[in-house]
Structure formats: C-alpha cells, structure tokens
C-alpha cells in the first residue's frame, strides 16, 4: 500500500475540513497514514503533500521529528521498553536485554517473520509499573522476564488481539466530536479568521511602509545637513582664501608707508636746524650768502 485508500483519503478529507488550514492537519493525517500502512510510506507521505499543499520534504521533516512516527517498516507489534531512572533500579537493563535474547534481535531491529520490532524508550509516564513496555503504546508492567515471554507469546497467539491493535492504530472506536459541528458554523470561523489574517497583513503592511517613510525622511535630513556643512566649509575657505590673497597689500603698503615716514621726517628736521641758525646768527642769512660768494 502506498497512497490513502479511498476511505483513508475520506478520513482526511474529514480531519482538515477541522481545522483553518489544511496543513494543520498534517500530525492527525500522519497518523492515518501509518494506521493503513503500519509505517511512513514514501508514496504516502508524497500524497499527503498534495492534500495538504506542502513539499514532500516537508512532511518527512515533520514524520521524522516525532518518536511515534516511523519511516522504515516496523514488525506488526512495536516493543518499546522503558530503561529510564525508574525502570531502570526496577531491572530494566536486565529485562532489554532478556528481551534482545527472547526475541532474537538486538534494540531497533525487527524479528524476521516481521512480528517484533523491539525498541529502547525513555519514560513513558509508567513508573510505578517499573520496569514496564509498551506494546502499540498500550502499557504493560511490571514485567519480570517470565511475564514479557508471557506476554510476546499472547501477542504472537493473537491472544491479546483485542487490547493490542496492529501498529499504527492509536484508537479503534472514533470520536467525532469535531466533525458534528456543522458547515455553516465552520465556514463562519474561518470567514472571521480569514478577517483577522487580513487585519494583521494590513497592519503590518501600514506598519512598515510607515517605518520606510521614516527611514527616507531620516536620510534626507541627514542629506541636507551633509550639503550645509558642505556650503559653510566652501565659504569659509573662500573667506581664508581672500584674506592670504589681501594680506601682502597691506603689508606692502605699510612698507611703503614707511619710508614716506621717514623721508619727511628727516626733512623737518632739516627745515628746523635751517630756522635755529637764523635764529641764532643776526643777518645770518647775509653771511651764509656771502661765505658762499667767497
Ligand atoms: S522511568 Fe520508566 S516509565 Fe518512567
């Protein structure tokens, strides 16, 4: 068996008209998938892909995830035994390993008329049945090496038949609580859940167009100081520029300035020397004039 047999492909149809999405489904499907098949199939899982619009791949991640899932074929009877703290001062190390010698297969094998596949567990919630097993998770303990061959020759005698379904069944009477509500009443949940989804879209779509706005405006103020900063620099090299280009003209002019200075006053000086001989000598203007004759 590969794909869902028709009425495995009905149970699905049913078991995702429960939910908003049909991929939400995938765990109850896988579920199904394994109660016709016993395991995972590959062919299986690929057509839960298409009924629930996902990858193959991302089934098999999910299947591979979950300890209760198998993707490898198993025995009709799936032996889990419990050697976690409990279990184990109770004798469970004993008991795996008198079950390994029972059976005749190690911890994660498969007997090879296909009855048997004996696995190791951590705690299944059993403790004060220690050391226990799970057959098909259905519960047993506590065991001594007697009662698990007791127990595997009940199974193989098909003696427990109707406590211990084939592996893959979790439950053989149905609830069908979920699928009483009416279509009407489930067409109205997602309408109003749609609604929400479209609500939160818009949101975060005005959300983000309003942070990007921010963003754009913050950008071009930084811009614009980035082109003030750029004009005041340009100014004032202009204005450093013009003051070197100015600064020797005045300097020049005050060396030329200078010796003016110096010119007139040496010939004040003169003028006043001139003026105190006169002063000094009467006619001395005559005498000058007459040593120069002489
Ligand atoms: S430790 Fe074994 S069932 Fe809890």
């Given at each position: 068996m590969s794909r869902l047999a028709p009425e495995f492909e009905k149970r699905?149809?049913?078991?995702?008209?429960?939910?908003?999405?049909?991929?939400?489904?995938?765990?109850?499907?896988?579920?199904?998938?394994?109660?016709?098949?016993?395991?995972?199939?590959?062919?299986?899982?690929?057509?839960?892909?298409?009924?629930?619009?996902?990858?193959?791949?991302?089934?098999?991640?999910?299947?591979?995830?979950?300890?209760?899932?198998?993707?490898?074929?198993?025995?009709?009877?799936?032996?889990?035994?419990?050697?976690?703290?409990?279990?184990?001062?109770?004798?469970?190390?004993?008991?795996?390993?008198?079950?390994?010698?029972?059976?005749?297969?190690?911890?994660?094998?498969?007997?090879p008329d296909g009855l048997f596949t004996l696995?190791?567990?951590?705690?299944?919630?059993?403790?004060?049945?220690?050391?226990c097993a799970q057959v098909n998770y259905r519960y047993f303990g506590p065991l001594t090496d007697e009662g698990f061959d007791q127990l595997v020759d009940d199974l193989a005698g098909d003696r427990l038949k109707d406590q211990v379904p084939p592996h893959g069944t979790l439950v053989r009477v149905r609830r069908d609580g979920g699928l009483r509500v009416s279509p009407e009443r489930i067409a109205e949940e997602r309408r109003i859940v749609a609604g929400q989804i479209a609500d939160r879209a818009a949101g975060e779509a005005a959300a983000k167009k309003a942070a990007e706005e921010a963003d754009?405006?913050?950008?071009?103020?930084?811009?614009?100081?980035?082109?003030?900063?750029?004009?005041?620099?340009?100014?004032a090299a202009k204005a450093e520029q013009s003051t070197k280009e100015a600064g020797p003209q005045v300097k020049d002019e005050k060396a030329d300035q200078q010796p003016k200075a110096e010119a007139l006053g040496q010939a004040q000086e003169g003028q006043d020397a001139e003026g105190g001989a006169k002063a000094a000598t009467p006619g001395g203007s005559a005498d000058v004039e007459e040593k120069k004759d002489s």
């Open positions: 699905a149809t049913d078991l995702m008209a429960l939910y908003p999405q049909r991929r939400s489904a995938l765990l109850p499907l896988l579920h199904l998938l394994q109660e016709q098949d016993g395991h995972l199939t590959e062919d299986g899982m690929e057509h839960l892909a298409e009924l629930v619009d996902l990858m193959p791949a991302e089934v098999l991640s999910v299947a591979s995830f979950y300890d209760m899932y198998h993707v490898e074929p198993v025995g009709r009877y799936v032996i889990g035994i419990c050697t976690n703290i409990a279990c184990l001062l109770d004798g469970a190390e004993e008991l795996l390993h008198h079950a390994e010698q029972r059976l005749g297969v190690k911890h994660g094998a498969t007997t696995e190791e567990v951590e705690c299944v919630a059993h403790c004060n049945f220690a050391p754009a405006k913050k950008e071009a103020d930084e811009e614009a100081g980035k082109a003030g900063q750029a004009k005041v620099e340009e100014a």
